[in-house]
């Protein structure tokens, strides 16, 4: 086992490489991408017709080189690649490509601009707009320290975020900067802009696959999946569930067969006893051949603990950080580093993909599925370590009569309530969310109120999730910074697309979810109980941590003079509230304190640069 030591502040590392910090530039009077120069520029492609810029890592050059009659013998960059898709295909080009990436092609006759992400925007991609030029770049701090971009700060998304609601995909923490999120593409020309999502998988039962087919197809998915991931000598966070155990396994045989560097595992140890998945993860690793980096979570972080190091870490973010357990994955990403691994598989997906959704309690409620229900009930309380009570209760109410009957509700409501009362309901629900800390500030309750009536509008799933969105960028951030990939076989958009169309019950076999790789697990690992294996969870863990150590944290801040200072807080309303969720032991208002501690830490870098270093 080995664990590398942290200095006292993440900005004081040594970084040992970055990427995508690059910004582009279209103007009105110019029909060339003006990139500003970085330590390492994007790929550019150009020809008598067009331009393409393409920054990230292309999955399926080899087969877009087949599909475009390219000789082997004749080398292109990705970006040329790219570029002769466009020429091919023209906007559907981006249909075509498999990886993780932003791009923009400008068309030289008409000066039209397409700029597209990823199809789950693995890769960053924000844009700002001013008097007709856009500005584009994978990193939202290089976008607001150029200098045709404004840097104001967002109060109105810093609100929402501590009412754990983040009702626009598509915006950021900064009023001039946006989000192209993933799977989405933004035509632009001459000031005009729109954004549509280009790609959402086919959501058609496919009834006809025998379990047998599903298991066969699936499995020859996940390899391929993990293949085009494993572009470079690899390294996993593995822990000891099923996920990322199934990406291991795989990665193993391909690294074999390629004659790459065994993938080094990275893990980490929750200490706490029900999240703790050490025996699993030594065993896997020593059968699989790896070597490891085995390291308890609170060694990776120095003496006042992971809450401050994460404060410390969320100050230099470009957005403040949602994910508690980020220092201590950073520290993995440096070691892996310094292990000469250039991508590091994740088993991030396995949730959203592979368990019986428990939103299907909707639908088999409706349906009257009495049969549906308990196999759901069933499967969800053998895969998990919540009880009997509590699993019914997200079940059939959370997710399940919950949205029948609100939803019921809320269209009678609307159908005889004149809009003025449901503005007034609205506002009065959100003042009394809200009314334990946000100031006296009528406007900008009205803009709040505003924003989830604009919101309420829209339709939104998972794959708009804004959650979801965040995830991979902070995962993206923190491993860009050490000048590495973070890789997610289970997002793969041909695995996905396929998975979307089974019938929900083929994750579930003889009583157990994500039955599509825990039998395969049983087989390859038959010593480590994978067929009976239940999903461990750090929520009691993270409860400890955030009311234990928020006391001294809070002393040290010496409040929240940041957001008072912005108008998000009022002092004396924000001070009560957090000495009473401080003295308390409920998980939710707990990450309300952890997102009030991260702002705050964010806020001070961006505030007072001038006045004070964090």
Known sequence: ????????????????????????????????????????????????????????????ADDLRRELSIPEHEALSDAALVLAAFRRHGPEAVHHLRGQWLLLARDRASGKVVCARDHYGHYGCYYAEHNGTLFVSPSVDALIQHPGVRGDINRAALVDHLRHRWPFLEETYFEAVRRLPGGYVMTYRAGSMDVERYWRPLREIDSTLTPEDTQARFDELLERAVARCMFAPAAIFLSGGLDSVSVAAFAAEIAAERGQPSPYALSLIFEEESANEETSQIAVARQLGFEQTIVPLNETVPATGLLWAAMEMSAVQPWPMINLWSPGYRHLAIEGHRRTRAVILTGNGGDEWLEYPIIEGERLIRRGDLVGLYHAWQSLQRGSRLSRSEVSRHLLWTFGASPIVHGAGSRMVRAVAPPSTLTSRRRRRIAAETRDWLPDDPALLTKIVERYED????????????????????????????????????????????????????????????????????????????????????????????????????????????????????????????????????????????????????????????????
């Open 1 to 60: 086992m080995t664990a590398a030591g942290w200095p006292a502040r993440p900005d004081e590392e040594p970084v040992v490489a970055t990427f995508g910090a690059w910004v582009a530039t279209m103007r009105r009077d110019t029909r060339e991408i003006e990139v500003s120069r970085t330590d390492v520029e994007p790929g550019l492609a150009s020809d008598t017709g067009g331009q393409v810029l393409f920054d990230g890592v292309l999955y399926n």
């Open 455 to 614: 919101a309420a509008s829209r339709r939104r799933d998972k794959l708009d999730h804004y959650h979801t969105a965040r995830d991979f960028e902070e995962s993206f951030e923190r491993a860009r910074v050490v000048g590495m990939h973070m890789a997610h076989p289970l997002w793969d958009v041909d695995l996905t697309a396929f998975l979307e169309r089974l019938p929900p019950r083929a994750l579930i076999h003889g009583g157990r979810s994500k039955a599509l790789v825990r039998w395969s697990l049983a087989r390859r690992f038959p010593d480590l109980g994978y067929e009976n294996h239940r999903k461990v969870g750090a929520t009691l863990m993270y409860q400890s941590i955030v009311l234990g150590q928020s006391p001294d944290a809070w002393r040290r801040l010496g409040g929240a003079k940041a957001l008072v200072e912005l108008g998000i807080v009022d002092r004396e309303k924000i001070e009560r509230r957090v000495e009473e969720v401080m003295a308390g032991n409920d998980i939710g208002q707990a990450y309300w304190l952890w997102y009030v501690l991260s702002i705050e830490a964010w806020l001070r870098r961006r505030l007072w640069s001038d006045r004070l270093s964090w």
